[in-house]
């Protein structure tokens, strides 16, 4: 397993050709490791491709019985910082392919593990949030950075409201600042927080290794179905955040919010009455 520290990037992988995202499948565990430490593993266009190329893989292991349990960890700096500035910038933005990497996390027939050494920003943490278990180190911290940029945790909302309530991520949400570990699991954003990672998460994959692997399936079914209440609601949730994402990825304030970030200045927002 491999694991982190960091923050949203705007710098592009160092290497075009590289796959960002590996998977290794070893003792009935998909290990998927996010490799993009150039851009802190920002959610680029190629890295979410090759994560679902990777869940392919997975998803295959799994069908032939050989996998009960998915790990997603990290090379450093960062577990993930979010967002492409860059290419959000550039032209429209798709978020199909990232909120199908978050589905697919939460509809995996067996148990997904994030495992953190390394910060979380943003759309990092509506990536962790999406799998079952999340293991960090004491010192990862996680921030919604949205708002300091012009745009809207909105597409994140649905993962990470799963595991928490609203209220207890307001500040956070508001202000754009950071949280640490240990409140992270006090109000359920995170499930273990401990020193040594690698152990807890090989700890959990053994035992889930031991559980029936149709009951485990059943029972994250289960757990699941609690907190959406039913598949067509958190369907319907995707898609509208998905439009509020997208609408302020296109709003004047999130051009000069991103053009702020990129140049390392303040930003000038515009005022109310002239932003889209």
Not at 185 to 202: I, K, M, N, Y
């Amino acid at each position: 397993m491999c694991h982190s520290h960091g923050g949203m990037s705007t710098s592009p992988p160092s290497d075009t050709t590289e796959e960002l995202v590996h998977l290794d499948l070893a003792d009935g565990v998909a290990t998927i490791t996010l490799d993009s430490p150039a851009n802190r593993n920002a959610l680029s266009r190629r890295l979410v491709g090759d994560l679902h190329g990777a869940l392919d893989d997975a998803e295959t292991a799994i069908a032939a019985g050989d996998v009960r349990s998915i790990v997603l960890t990290h090379t450093p700096p960062a577990f993930c910082a979010g967002a492409d500035l860059k290419e959000r910038a550039s032209g429209p933005p798709d978020s199909a392919p990232v909120v199908r990497a978050f589905e697919r996390l939460m509809d995996a027939p067996v148990p997904a593990i994030a495992a953190l050494t390394g910060p979380a920003r943003a759309g990092g943490i509506g990536l962790m949030a999406s799998c079952d278990l999340v293991v960090v180190d004491h010192a990862v911290t996680f921030a919604l950075t949205e708002v300091r940029i012009g745009v809207v945790a909105a597409i994140i909302s649905v993962p990470i409201f799963r595991r928490t309530r609203p209220a207890q991520l307001s500040a956070a949400l508001l202000t754009g600042e950071p949280v640490d570990a240990a409140y992270a699991l006090q109000v359920g954003l995170v499930t273990h927080v401990t020193a040594d990672v690698t152990s807890v998460v090989d700890h959990l994959c053994a035992a889930i290794a031991r559980g029936a692997p149709q009951a485990v399936a059943a029972t994250k079914r289960m757990i699941g179905d609690a907190v959406s209440e039913d598949r067509s609601r958190r369907d319907e949730a995707f898609a509208r955040m998905r439009a509020l994402s997208d609408h302020h990825f296109q709003s004047d304030e999130a051009a000069e919010g991103m053009a702020a970030f990129a140049e390392k200045r303040p930003p000038s927002w515009p005022r109310p009455a002239d932003a889209t």
